[in-house]
């Protein structure tokens, strides 16, 4: 459009300059077919060259080569698919992983992962998508399989990721969809709306003591976040001491005996959406000892807020916050 309108402005001027006016050519300067510019020379130089292609540095420091424009997108992790979504691109989704759900919109979109998160690698080359977007924990052997395909390979995350690398994450998929500026303003959105609830939480000296529950399928040794691990960012900063903070492993699996012994204050249930509430917290052999419990200090959060390092994750540090500091809303 751009490109006519150009044109059109440049046809409409000529057409409108008579040619025996004196101010259509100076004197002593005839204006020669051979000197005159043509519309083909205004174009060239008002309008910069469009890419074709671009060169990625993504989550997992890899380069990739992207070619443009990125209209068929594949999405292997639910964050990414809200990235994506979030920068307007949800007609360029064209199949996602089996647990991405997020915006409701989304849901009808074919699944290219099964429930182990296996890819079909047929469904893939079928869909023929521009790029697809793979997970900080897509196996290497997965990314290699569909490069092989033919298909440029974007790793967005990591398993390990912070708040300042999710809006890394956010701006290098902007950058593949030509929507650098979207990605800035999120960002900075983001950044300036997390900061916000920071500086809020850090006016309170309390820092209750916390357990959060991953997964609790063998009640005697759930799964919980340590030191490493992206919600340990969120409880600090949303004013809670983890319980767990000194082990090394970022998500270990805990035996009842050290929860016992650490006594935390609150139990948040991140496994909330599986069916686990607090009275059947509550009502596991050995529980009611810890302190949370006893003091009805277990919440259920939910988990897609919490554990996706994407757009909502600011949404996800407010919950946690209003679970440890209800006093702060």
């Known amino acids: 459009m751009k490109h ?19 101010m259509a050519a100076p004197t002593g300067t005839p204006l ?12 060239a130089t008002a309008t910069p060259a469009l890419k074709t292609e671009i060169t990625l540095t993504d989550s997992a420091g890899r380069s990739v080569v992207v070619k443009l424009p990125v209209n068929r997108i594949v999405s292997l992790a639910p964050s990414t698919t809200e990235i994506v ?27 290219i992962t099964n429930p182990d998160m296996s890819v079909d690698y047929e469904q893939i080359t079928a869909s023929a998508p521009d790029v697809v977007f793979a997970a900080g924990i897509t196996a290497p052997d997965v990314i290699t399989a569909i490069e092989k395909l033919g298909i440029s390979v974007i790793v967005v995350g990591s398993p390990n990721a912070t708040f300042a690398a999710v809006l890394t994450d956010i701006r290098l998929v902007g950058a593949a969809l030509e929507r650098d500026t979207e990605a800035q303003v999120l960002t900075e959105t983001m950044q300036t709306e997390w ?21 609790a399928t063998d009640p005697s ?49 991140a496994d909330s959406i599986w069916g686990v509430t ?3 917290v ?4 050995g529980w009611e000892s810890i302190p949370a419990v006893q003091n009805q200090r277990v919440f259920p959060i939910d988990d897609n807020v919490v554990s996706r390092p994407g757009p909502r994750i600011v ?11 209800p006093e702060l809303k």
Request: proline share 8%.
């Open 282 to 285: 509550a009502a596991r052999a």
């Open 32 to 43: 020669t077919e051979a000197s005159a510019p043509t519309a083909t020379d205004v174009l």
């Open 221 to 269: 040794k759930p799964y919980t976040v340590g030191p490493d691990s992206f919600v340990a960012e969120l409880l600090q900063v949303a004013g809670g001491t983890n319980i767990f903070a000194d082990v090394t492993d970022a998500y270990p699996q805990v035996s009842l005996e050290q929860i016992v012994a650490k006594a935390p204050d609150t139990i948040i249930l």
């Open 195 to 215: 900061q916000a609830l920071a500086d809020r939480v850090a006016k309170t000296t309390d820092r209750p003591t916390v357990f959060w529950e991953l997964d």
């Open 278 to 280: 607090p009275e059947a």
């Open 85 to 111: 979504v979030a920068l307007d691109g949800l007609d360029r989704l064209i199949a996602i992983d089996m647990y991405s759900d997020y915006p409701p919109e989304v849901s009808a979109l074919p699944k």
């Open 315 to 325: 949404q996800g540090l407010q919950a946690v916050i209003s679970i440890l500091h």
């Open 4 to 22: 006519i309108l150009l044109l059109a402005a440049f046809v409409f001027a000529a057409c409108g300059t008579p040619s025996a006016s004196p």
